[in-house]
C-alpha cells in the first residue's frame, strides 16, 4: 500500500483517464502514479458518476451565500456575531485591566 500525497485535479484526471484505458487496471495505475489503490477506484467511481465536476476536491470549502439555506445563512450569521461579540469581550476586559495597572502606577 502506498503513502496518500497530495493531487490536482489535473493530476487526478490524468490517473482516471489513464486506469479507464488500461481497461480499470488499478493496480498498475497505483503502480505508475503513486497513488493507492482505494483512492483510485474511488476517483473512476466518483467521475463515472458525476464527470470532472465529481473529482473536484471541496474538502475545507464551505457554501457560498447563494448556496445556503435561510437556516444556514441565520447560523452562519449568529456564528459570526458570537465571535464579535467575544472579540469586544475581550477587548473590554483588556481595557478593564489597563486601567487598573495605571491606576496602580499613582
Known sequence: MTKGRSTSLDERIEIVSYCIAHNRDYTATMEKY???YQQIYSWVSKYEKNGVEGLVDRRGKSKTQEEMTEVE???AEK???QAEIEQKSMEIDLLKKLEELERRRR
Open 73 to 75: 445563512r441565520l447560523r
Open 79 to 81: 456564528k459570526l456575531m
Open 34 to 36: 503513486g497513488v493507492s
